[in-house]
């Protein structure tokens, strides 16, 4: 009796302290007794949980299974059945188990009396587990979808893995690289060097350029070299290869386009200089000739030369100026400008052509748009001027009108739009897709009535784009007429950024007469054009042929204004310039004003950022010169006052 007793007590003492779960539960699923851990394994009191049936624990997908398993019990096919079970936790979240269930029988008639089951907690393992699973999948993952070669390699050198990019790389296939060594693709000199020192990749990573492929082809690349750690120890590489051939492509594609650009603008850099030189000599002396008495007949010959020089200048502009924005050297210059004033320049320099055919020209600012904004003033005349010069060519009577609104405003930022109108012939409507094209031209150039290289609207286009808006064509009212509107992108300046005035008006010019004027230019034709043209304006002038002279000349004799040709043998005039401001200073050195060919976008504000005070280009007009020379006369008063 004492053996049984004690007997018990050990049984009791098992189950209550076991380290699993353990339960009686009915053939109707029911608990019938628990034991501690597997209380505290559920999370429930032993009290509640008795109450429960097993089935309310575990979830669906893992019952439907467990049912099944337990009608093996129950027809006698097997003693006991193991399985995973997940139950969810009094907490809500899922314990991962694996669960041990035998029948008890009825030893006499053997009929089935009850369950007991073992369950242990599972959970840290299994977690574990999946972690491992999903670092597994992400390093596959990694490995298969990765745009550079991965191969891994043991300590001896030998492959044990690839990627698809390593089977298009080495033109091996995995199957093929694993066992094979890692030399057959950068060399036995390379792998020592790697096998050598597991700690310092660097020496090998730039050792290694090349990857030899399966067929003797040698391929570019950057390596990368990783240990693969296991458990604190180096058990082989990972060598990452990124193939260079398409990189090493675009690099020299993006160093071609480079120079092909800087060639381009050298080129038209040089064309300027090259054409605009002999039209100086054309233009100029034909402003000359036509300060001679000539005849009525003669004069209309000088007047024709005079045109077509004129409309020929004007095609090399557009050429010009189209092939400098093409080339991505046309930039946007931020500085303040009245709208206005801009708006009153533009129309008065296009009003003659408007008056020979008899036009009415209007312009209209809304009050909306402001009096000051920061932009670009040049690249906005250089479009009005080209839109309100085409309304003009083709409005053969009727009017051309101009009206500028302020279409958004945001803070400092302001959107204009900017519509000029036209009476003219308008536009078919089959053509208005191509208005904007490269020379394109509306009429047919063996039967159009009007002159030009079919830029000026591409022109304008990249402009407007250049001002942060777009550009777009309508038709007239009536079937009649043209449209067309385009948006620029402004600021509205602090008061700091604010000029103190601005004037719509020339300088008045005044007749001091007691200047040393100096002409440096090499070429003969332009001597003759600029020292004629300065003495029409009643001022003479000496003459010297290339830079070295201008500097030599201006530090024996005191000159007050230099008209500096910039392409020169022996010292050009850039150089001439600077020489001479820094010989002299600025308040003695005289106003030096460039003369070039070079008369792309852009050039003016390069010349006087360099020194120069001011700035003409060829072809020279009496005008230009006359402005010049009005402009330094009303520097020098305001330097006197």
Not at 177 to 202: M, Q
Not at 330 to 335: A, G, K, L, M, V
Not at 430 to 455: C, I, S, W
Request: net charge negative.
């Amino acid at each position: 009796m004492t053996n049984v007793v004690k007997l018990h007590e050990l049984v009791e003492h098992l189950y209550n302290k076991a380290p699993i779960g353990i339960a009686l539960v009915s053939l109707d699923d029911r608990w019938l007794s628990v034991n501690p851990k597997l209380c505290r394994i559920l999370g429930y009191p032993e009290q509640e949980l008795l109450t429960m049936a097993s089935a309310e624990m575990s979830l669906p997908e893992d019952r439907d299974l467990f049912e099944d398993r337990i009608r093996e019990l129950l027809d006698g096919t097997t003693d006991s059945i193991e399985m995973e079970m997940r139950y969810i936790h009094k907490s809500g979240y899922i314990v991962w188990t694996v669960l041990h269930v035998a029948l008890m029988r009825d030893e006499e008639e053997n009929r089935p009396l009850y369950y007991v089951a073992q369950i242990i907690d599972n959970t840290k393992s299994k977690l574990s587990e999946r972690e491992l699973q999903e670092s597994i999948e992400r390093y596959t993952s990694l490995k298969k979808y990765n745009h550079d070669a991965i191969i891994s390699f043991a300590r001896d050198g030998r492959m044990i893995n690839g990627n698809r990019v390593a089977e298009q790389l080495t033109g091996y296939s995995v199957e093929e690289l694993i066992g094979d060594s890692l030399s057959i693709l950068i060399g036995e000199r390379n792998l020592e060097l790697i096998l050598a020192d597991s700690h310092d990749f660097a020496a090998a990573e730039q050792s290694i350029q090349y990857i030899r492929n399966k067929d003797g082809v040698s391929v570019e690349v950057l390596i990368t070299l990783a240990p693969i750690i296991i458990h604190g120890h180096n058990s082989g590489f990972y060598l990452i290869a990124k193939d260079m051939t398409e990189q090493k492509r675009l690099m020299i594609e993006k160093e071609t386009a480079e120079k092909m650009n800087k060639a381009k603008s050298e080129f038209l850099a040089m064309m300027s200089h090259e054409i605009r030189t002999p039209m100086n000599g054309v233009i100029g002396m034909t402003d000359l000739l036509l300060e001679t008495r000539l005849n009525e007949e003669q004069h209309e010959y000088v007047r024709i030369i005079k045109q077509s020089g004129a409309t020929l200048l004007a095609i090399i502009n557009d050429i010009l100026d189209f092939s400098k924005i093409e080339s991505g050297t046309s930039e946007r210059i931020e500085e303040p400008f009245a709208i206005r004033s801009v708006v009153s320049e533009t129309v008065h320099l296009i009003m003659p052509k408007a008056l020979e055919k008899n036009l009415k020209v209007t312009a209209s600012v809304q009050p909306d748009v402001p009096v000051v904004v920061i932009g670009d003033e040049t690249k906005l005349r250089q479009v009005l001027i080209n839109l309100l010069g085409n309304a003009i060519k083709f409005t053969a009577s009727g009017s051309v009108s101009l009206a500028i609104q302020c279409e958004q405003r945001q803070g400092e930022a302001v959107r204009l739009r900017c519509e000029i109108r036209d009476t003219g012939i308008g536009v078919p409507e089959a053509k208005v897709p191509y208005l904007f094209e490269p020379f394109y031209q509306v009429d047919h150039f063996m039967t159009r009535r009007e002159t030009g290289t079919g830029l000026g609207l591409a022109i304008c286009k990249k402009l407007v784009q250049l001002l942060g808006g777009d550009i777009w064509y309508e038709q007239g009212d009536e079937r009649s007429g043209s449209l067309f509107t385009f948006t620029i992108q402004c600021r509205i300046p602090q008061a700091a950024e604010q000029p103190a005035t601005f004037s719509a008006g020339g300088t008045e010019r005044h007749g001091e007469t007691s200047l040393n004027i100096l002409i440096a230019e090499d070429n003969p034709v332009n001597q003759l054009v600029l020292s004629r043209t300065i003495a029409k304006l009643g001022y003479s002038s000496a003459v010297v042929s290339n830079g070295a002279e201008a500097v030599e000349t201006v530090l024996k004799t005191p000159y007050d204004l230099v008209f500096m040709d910039i392409q020169m043998p022996i010292m050009d005039g850039a150089e001439a310039a600077a020489t001479i401001k820094a010989a002299l200073g600025d308040l003695k050195a005289p106003y030096i004003v460039a003369v070039t060919a070079h008369a792309i976008q852009g050039d003016r504000d390069n010349y006087i950022s360099s020194g120069m005070d001011d700035y003409v280009s060829k072809p020279i007009s009496i005008d230009a010169i006359s402005s010049v020379m009005e402009r330094f006369l009303e520097e020098r008063r305001t330097n006197a006052n």
